[in-house]
């Protein structure tokens, strides 16, 4: 079978997708497991100051739980880029590369598969780690915080549902719905940059995404700050700020059809720091 071809089959793919998943199966329990005792010594040292915080001023609990909820919100975010910059982990050594470039499937399968596993698979691991590690606190809250408990995951969830319900009532719905569309769709992007340079950089994906990331985030800045006041109020004023949606997502897309394009010319034997 010619596996540079870019035929689909929803078989090949899920032939693909379970090959990845029982060879990495050992990684990807242990890349869950780090997270979860990641976030376990930051819940229960928070859950030993809430224990000298309750006795002394009760009536704050929430707004900590609140704090707290915002953090692995933040924490949460952030873990989704860094796993999609691993969307080749399976490829860095030599064995690997030529173990996966040479399954009977086509480029355009093993790339969704790997897509696949960097998105919704990272998506699925890390709400594993915050669960378990908010059963943890909560059972830990009976011992240290008797009377009160909270579920960390219920109240971020509540958190979110109260922004969302408040900023509909604040804001007419057509601007609510511009806001929301600009904000996916800006996710949307930077996540498509972080696949980008998961599949470029072959070695320290992570902190050579971070530091570009960086230093585009501060070139933009620049950009926009550079262009004249009335160009940028036009474009963001009122019904005029989908036009940004439009380019993130035409920007994000180009970028997701780059990884693509870079994975297929990926061989056996490429650059040392990049998969060229």
Known sequence: MNTKNNNFQFSRLLMVMRWDMFTNLKSYLNMMLGMTFALL?????????LSKQYQL???TIDLSYLGMSQYVLMISSIAMYMMATQIFM???TTGQREQF???????????????????????????TAIVVSDLVQLIFSFVLLPGHHQSLCLYAVALLWKIWTTFIENNDSTGALLLSLSIVTCGVLVHSFFILCGTLFRKHTIVVSGILFIVMTYLVIYVIESVPDTITTCLMHGDNSWLFSIAELLLAGFQYWLSYKVFTRMQVICNKWINL
Not at 41 to 49: A, H, S, T
Not at 101 to 127: C, D, H, Q, W
């Open 57 to 59: 001023f009760p009536d």
């Open 90 to 92: 399976v490829m860095k």
């Open 101 to 127: 470039l040479m399954l009977p499937a086509s480029n355009l399968e093993k790339y969704i598969s790997r897509f696949l596993f960097s998105t919704l698979g990272a998506a699925v691991a890390m709400i």
């Open 41 to 49: 010594p930051f819940f229960i040292m928070q859950q030993y100051q």
